[in-house]
């Protein structure tokens, strides 16, 4: 995932919406959301370079999810572990998300720079091998890209303000809109761009929350509803002019 905006405990009737976006090469061989034959309580998209996962759900109403942290002097990642095997590690752990996230320290540096959002169904975590502290997160809207929670990127500030105006006006075609949200591929005006050390012309394209561009972009688009008993998982795969849609709805 390269950007994940979400509201925990902020709607009446869902204590977990989360609205995603993966960017990726377009040429890294990936499968769509789907329950894993050598795990079948995961639900989750695979890269199947690595064989590990950027978000996914499991059937006792756990969740996860991860982006990358950029940072060039990372890009080569020679040595390290893959990141994607933290979210399907938590999903299959049993763990509370705090207990998991605060083991996570330890081995940090062992993976190139992430983010980790953990969801054990009671409370939710945060953490970071760039800052190494785990932080349960507070009820409210949040969104994450490539560097810390909550970090004012213009993606991140965009996708919280519409999420907030989505809730606000309780749509009854919520997912829909959440979808809608993620499809938004205004780049940021120059004045607004971080800094990340990849130079202007990158920081612009991939400063959308929808990317495009040649070799690589936002591959699938991901909506989770999470309410008292019940998920809602819809996955958007993009491929040419259109997607594919694969949605789930259980119980647990």
């Known amino acids: 995932m390269c950007l994940i905006v979400f509201a925990y405990k902020a709607h009446p009737r869902y204590r977990l919406i989360v609205a995603a976006n993966r960017d990726e090469s377009y040429a890294r061989p990936t499968a769509a959301a789907h329950f894993w034959e050598d795990e079948p309580n995961i639900l989750a998209g695979r890269d ?22 950029r940072d060039p002097k990372q890009m080569n990642a020679a040595g390290k572990l893959s990141r994607g095997e933290l979210v399907a590690s938590f999903l299959k752990s049993g763990m509370r998300s705090g207990e998991y996230m605060a083991g996570l320290d330890a081995k940090g540096g062992l993976y190139p720079g992430y ?22 997160v507070e009820p409210g809207i949040h969104g994450v890209s490539n560097h810390l929670l909550n970090t004012p990127w ?30 938004d591929a205004e780049p940021a005006p120059d004045a607004d761009l971080p800094d990340t050390g990849i ?3 990158w920081e612009k394209v991939l400063s959308p929350l929808f990317i495009r561009s040649e070799g690589y972009g936002t591959r699938c688009s991901t909506v989770l ?4 008993g019940e998920l809602i998982y ?10 594919t849609e694969n949605r789930f709805r259980l119980p647990f």
């Open 199 to 201: 130079g202007l012309e």
């Open 234 to 243: 819809t996955e958007r795969v993009y491929g040419g002019e259109g997607f």
């Open 154 to 183: 213009p993606k991140v500030v965009r996708g919280k303000s519409a999420l907030d105006e989505l809730l606000k006006r309780d749509s009854e075609e919520l997912e829909e809109e959440l979808f809608t949200l993620l499809r």
């Open 225 to 228: 509803l999470m309410g008292d």
């Open 115 to 136: 983010n980790l959002l953990a969801d054990d169904g009671k409370s939710l975590y945060y953490f970071s091998n760039m800052e190494g502290v785990a932080r349960e």
């Open 48 to 69: 199947l370079e690595k064989m590990g996962t950027w978000m996914g759900v499991s059937t006792d109403g756990r969740f996860a999810a991860l982006t990358n942290y």
